[in-house]
């Protein structure tokens, strides 16, 4: 088989990336087996045939859509009538309209609505933290469509379960929350083969494996990690010989799944039970974002999702925001003093002496806070600015994770235009 060539490093996100992929992607489907096609995309797309039409699961990017449907169509061009969404994110709903013939059902689980209706609410929230993380241009939010305007495609929504039979193939469909709260799981019980959508593998990045984002920084709700680990007990309970995921490539024999599936699952555990044995303790989140680390032999990364941050999603899933601290209750931020600390220090040239120092001293998130508190004192301080850029490229140089690589390269854009237009 080919290899298949991904977005990697992509994220799987709610949003319009300008993706590469189609540009690299193979001129030809991949045939998994007789039955099954993949057509690598922004978000892979699938054509299940029968001897009664064909099934599609997930479309791809808008952008990639046809591209991705001109091969799957290459090799069978039966009447499409399913269309099955593992979930809504925009890298796996672009090609609704160019797969949907008449009488074409369209099948998501019941929390799509909610799910599309949420991103549609907060656009406007959305495109500009969108833009900053992945350097693109701001897309143009229209009029606020309210709380309910998100167009919804689906003609058949479940709740746990939905079973239906095509050309002699039965097609079982799970809700299996995880990296959404609509995710669904597709199981093809003929051909021992699970359709999981990015709850594997979010970010199609090869082997070794990244530990998954339990919490967004571009923002979403907590991921919840309970239901993520019982999502992949279901799929493990099927016994599947092939599982065939949003992003990345195929992984073929029930024991190779259950080797990858097992270590993702008790890693997610592993961290959720750290995160919930501290707070009985009365941990603050921060101690436990420094103390939580993932097992020794956990044979995870975190290029894609950070530990860190999921406990913190964890904690205050859990919790909240409020920290016991009195001071914390009021609208009234830590930076509304920076300007005073300050000016008792004696001016801004102070702080960046201690910021530089820090930087140098090997703490470079230290450094950052300082140059956070002289330019809220004074926001074009050349000095403080410096300091910052050191600081931000300092955490670049060493950055292992694509989600805060790409913050830090807005910081230290945002921080160079800043120097260039004083
Ligand atoms: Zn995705």
Same mark, same amino acid.
């Given at each position: 088989?080919?290899?298949?060539?991904?977005?990697?490093?992509?994220?799987?996100?709610?949003?319009?990336?300008?993706?590469?992929?189609?540009?690299?992607?193979?001129?030809?489907?991949?045939?998994?087996?007789?039955?099954?096609?993949?057509?690598?995309?922004?978000?892979?797309?699938?054509?299940?045939?029968?001897?009664?039409?064909?099934?599609?699961?997930?479309?791809?990017?808008?952008?990639?859509?046809?591209?991705?449907? %001109?091969?799957?169509?290459?090799?069978?061009?039966?009447?499409?009538?399913?269309?099955?969404?593992?979930?809504?994110?925009?890298?796996?709903?672009?090609?609704?309209?160019?797969? %949907?013939?008449?009488?074409?059902?369209?099948?998501?689980?019941?929390?799509?609505?909610?799910?599309?209706?949420?991103?549609?609410?907060? =656009?406007?929230?959305?495109?500009?933290?969108?833009?900053?993380?992945?350097?693109?241009?701001?897309?143009?939010?229209?009029? $606020?469509?309210?709380?309910?305007?998100?167009?919804?495609?689906?003609?058949?929504?479940?709740?746990?379960?939905?079973?239906?039979?095509?050309?002699?193939? =039965?097609?079982?469909?799970?809700?299996?929350?995880?990296?959404?709260?609509?995710?669904?799981?597709?199981?093809?019980?003929?051909?021992?083969?699970?359709?999981?959508?990015?709850?594997?593998?979010?970010?199609?990045?090869?082997?070794?494996?990244?530990?998954?984002?339990?919490?967004?920084?571009?923002?979403?709700?907590?991921?919840?990690?309970?239901?993520?680990?019982?999502?992949?007990?279901?799929?493990?309970?099927?016994?599947?010989?092939?599982?065939?995921?949003?992003?990345?490539?195929?992984?073929?024999?029930?024991?190779?799944?259950?080797?990858?599936?097992?270590?993702?699952?008790?890693?997610?555990?592993?961290?959720?039970?750290?995160?919930?044995?501290?707070?009985?303790?009365?941990?603050?989140?921060?101690?436990?974002?420094?103390?939580?680390?993932?097992?020794?032999? &956990?044979?995870?990364?975190?290029?894609?999702?950070?530990?860190? $941050?999921?406990?913190?999603?964890?904690?205050?899933?859990?919790?909240? $925001?409020?920290?016991?601290?009195?001071? &914390?209750?009021?609208?009234?931020?830590?930076?509304?003093?920076?300007?005073?600390?300050?000016?008792?220090?004696?001016?801004?040239?102070?702080?960046?002496?201690?910021?530089?120092?820090?930087?140098?001293?090997?703490?470079?998130? =230290?450094?950052?806070?300082?140059?956070?508190?002289?330019?809220?004192?004074?926001?074009?301080?050349?000095?403080?600015?410096?300091?910052?850029?050191?600081?931000?490229?300092?955490?670049?140089?060493?950055?292992?994770?694509?989600?805060?690589?790409?913050?830090?390269?807005?910081?230290?854009?945002?921080?160079?235009?800043?120097?260039?237009?004083?």
């Amino acid at each position: 088989m080919p290899r298949i060539v991904h977005a990697a490093l992509l994220l799987c996100i709610g949003i319009g990336v300008t993706a590469s992929a189609a540009d690299q992607a193979p001129k030809k489907a991949v045939k998994i087996q007789d039955s099954i096609y993949l057509a690598p995309a922004t978000g892979n797309v699938y054509l299940v045939t029968t001897a009664a039409g064909n099934v599609v699961i997930d479309t791809a990017l808008a952008g990639q859509a046809a591209e991705a449907r %001109k091969l799957l169509l290459a090799e069978n061009h039966g009447p499409v009538k399913y269309i099955i969404l593992t979930h809504g994110h925009a890298d796996h709903v672009g090609g609704i309209p160019l797969w %949907k013939e008449a009488g074409t059902q369209v099948i998501a689980q019941r929390n799509y609505v909610e799910f599309l209706n949420y991103t549609a609410r907060l =656009e406007g929230f959305f495109a500009p933290r969108n833009a900053a993380a992945f350097n693109r241009p701001q897309e143009v939010v229209g009029p $606020w469509a309210g709380n309910f305007g998100a167009k919804i495609d689906p003609t058949i929504l479940f709740d746990e379960k939905y079973q239906f039979s095509l050309g002699g193939v =039965e097609f079982h469909l799970f809700s299996t929350p995880g990296e959404t709260p609509d995710h669904l799981t597709v199981w093809v019980p003929a051909y021992k083969t699970a359709f999981i959508g990015d709850n594997y593998d979010a970010a199609g990045l090869p082997e070794p494996m990244s530990f998954p984002n339990l919490s967004t920084l571009r923002g979403s709700p907590p991921r919840w990690a309970l239901e993520w680990i019982s999502s992949i007990d279901k799929v493990l309970a099927l016994k599947p010989e092939v599982v065939l995921m949003g992003h990345g490539e195929p992984i073929f024999g029930n024991a190779e799944i259950t080797r990858r599936l097992t270590r993702f699952r008790d890693a997610i555990q592993y961290v959720h039970d750290e995160v919930v044995k501290g707070m009985n303790s009365g941990k603050d989140v921060f101690t436990l974002m420094r103390e939580i680390k993932l097992p020794a032999g &956990s044979g995870l990364t975190e290029s894609f999702g950070k530990v860190s $941050w999921s406990v913190r999603g964890i904690y205050e899933g859990y919790a909240g $925001w409020f920290d016991m601290n009195p001071s &914390s209750m009021y609208e009234v931020p830590p930076a509304s003093v920076y300007p005073d600390l300050v000016k008792l220090a004696g001016g801004p040239e102070a702080v960046v002496r201690v910021a530089l120092e820090k930087l140098e001293a090997g703490q470079p998130v =230290e450094a950052l806070h300082l140059t956070d508190v002289v330019l809220a004192y004074d926001p074009n301080n050349s000095a403080a600015l410096a300091a910052r850029l050191k600081a931000l490229d300092f955490l670049r140089d060493r950055c292992e994770n694509y989600v805060e690589a790409g913050w830090l390269d807005y910081g230290i854009r945002t921080t160079k235009e800043k120097m260039a237009s004083k």
